[in-house]
């Protein structure tokens, strides 16, 4: 028996959620609301978490490996007093899953304790890293929040604004940052606004956040979105916008919409549920199939489905339970019974799916090895037919931009047909999204998304990284 993590199954994994609060007054349960903040970030990272808080002299700070609950004893939250403050939620990869790499990423330095909260992937830490250590840094990590205090401390500026923006102009890749420091808190978004990031407002306080759930979870107004090369510094003076670099083309991640973000945020003035619903529309009128039912693969596929069965005028249902209460980690059943993994978290209905010819949605195919499991669960349920729609293209290139695509080798995208993924997975029929389609649905020209993982074309040279490198984000 071993322990496995659960979210070890066939998705792509998100990086991190960042959420941040500034006032100029003492913010009553401060880590109360952090905290809140971060659980509805959870899906963007369960690896670790963490809280920095400072009163406007010190700063405090709280770390931890596992879910936000399990990071934050109700007795640790109480222990968090004063005014600014900023979470970190993270997923890893196996090798980089440690404790020192949690973040807020807490460092002295000249200029007063700064700490920095990071989601995304720089794709020249590297190089930076090696010249930092030629100066004479010393790296106590792997992540790049590291490389981006150093970079602040060694920027040579008195001011600490203009040493943030002169560092994150050096930076290449995707990066939201929450940075904080005894009396500021700063939102950052990348020249080409890959990962999220918006502000909001919670009585007299400032808000940031990844995703907009995260507002809509501790009560705060939406203000507005971060912009790409944006940098929005909240302090005694309020609220100050400043960019600090020429505008790049946009490359927002189209994959938080496919299945990254929640259904309930609004990123960019796109609400992900209806852009979601959007897809299954468009998913039907490009794969239509006689059946008698929609169901989703709970809950990723939902709002595809939803917007499926809407188009089809085949009805929806809800053929496959998801377990809700399953936690991070669970012990693996035995090698011979792999298959249970799946039935831990899904069960079929067998009263709904027994003699249906039924269209399965989900949201993208990895390695294929969960779909093939599910398909066989609803199959030994009585289905008829299993019709499988994804609303997504095939995903067939890695990620360099913060998600977990190690190598093409693990896609079964980029190594087999569509039918020949048909045949493996065990469906009647499979149908995916076209890229063409999935640019319609966006409602704004889809040359403003990152669509690199489908289609290979990057917006940032990454010709100089290694693909095979098991975690782009160590
Ligand atoms: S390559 Fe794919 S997952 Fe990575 S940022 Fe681009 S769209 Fe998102």
Same mark, same amino acid.
């Given at each position: ?13 998100? /990086? ?28 963007? $990272? ?65 200029? $007063? ?31 790049? #929040? ?63 956040? #990844? ?72 998913? /039907? ?95 030994? /349920? ?19 931009? $913060? ?22 997975? $065990? ?48």
């Amino acid at each position: 028996m071993w322990i496995k993590t659960l979210r070890e199954d066939d998705k792509l994994k998100e /990086a991190c959620g960042i959420f941040g609060i500034y006032s100029n007054q003492e913010i009553e349960d401060i880590g109360h609301i952090i905290y809140h903040g971060l659980y509805a970030l959870q899906h963007r $990272g369960q690896e670790s978490a963490g809280i920095a808080v400072s009163d406007g002299n010190r700063v405090n700070s709280y770390k931890g490996m596992g879910l936000v609950p399990e990071v934050f004893a109700p007795e640790v939250i109480e222990l968090f007093i004063g005014r600014i403050g900023l979470g970190h939620v993270r997923y890893s990869t196996t090798g980089s899953s440690l404790l020192a790499n949690a973040q807020p990423l807490v460092v002295k330095t000249a200029a $007063g304790t700064v700490a920095i909260a990071h989601n995304g992937n720089l794709v020249n830490a590297d190089l930076l890293r090696a010249e930092l250590e030629e100066q004479g840094s010393i790296f106590q990590t792997s992540i790049d #929040s590291e490389v981006i205090a150093n970079l602040i401390a060694r920027s040579g500026e008195k001011d600490f604004v203009q040493a943030v923006a002169k560092s994150v102009a050096r930076l290449r890749g995707s990066f939201a940052l929450g940075i904080m420091t005894e009396n500021k808190l700063i939102g950052i978004r990348d020249p080409h606004g890959f990962r999220p990031l918006c502000l909001g407002k919670l009585d007299g306080a400032y808000v940031l956040a #990844s995703e907009s759930c995260a507002l809509d979870t501790v009560d705060a107004e939406f203000i507005r979105d971060i912009e790409p090369g944006e940098m929005v510094i909240i302090d005694e003076n309020g609220v100050r916008s400043y960019f600090y670099t020429e505008p790049q083309p946009k490359a927002l991640c189209i994959f938080e919409f496919i299945y990254f973000a929640r259904p309930d945020s609004v990123i960019d003035g796109m609400s992900v549920q209806l852009v979601r619903n959007a897809y299954g529309k468009r998913l /039907a009128l490009e794969h239509p199939v006689e059946a008698d039912l929609v169901i989703p693969v709970p809950d990723s596929g939902t709002s595809a489905a939803i917007g499926y069965a809407e188009q089809s005028k085949i009805p929806f249902g809800e053929g496959l339970v998801k377990n809700r209460y399953v936690g991070r980690t669970f012990i693996q059943p035995t090698q011979k019974k792999r298959e249970t993994s799946v039935k831990i978290k899904l069960n079929p209905i067998r009263k709904t799916l027994a003699g249906k010819r039924v269209v399965l949605v989900d949201d993208s195919i990895v390695r294929g090895t969960t779909s093939k499991r599910i398909i066989q669960m609803i199959r030994d /349920a009585g289905a008829k037919e299993v019709h499988l729609r994804i609303s997504s293209p095939i995903v067939n290139n890695p990620c360099y931009f $913060g998600i977990d695509i190690s190598s093409p080798e693990e896609l079964i995208g980029a190594t087999h047909s569509v039918e020949e993924i048909r045949r493996e997975i $065990g469906c009647d029929s499979l149908g995916y999204l076209s890229m063409e389609g999935m640019g319609l649905c966006m409602g704004v020209p889809p040359e403003q998304f990152c669509k690199g993982c489908f289609d290979g074309c990057y917006p940032l040279d990454v010709s100089h990284l290694d693909h095979k490198k098991k975690s782009i984000f160590e």
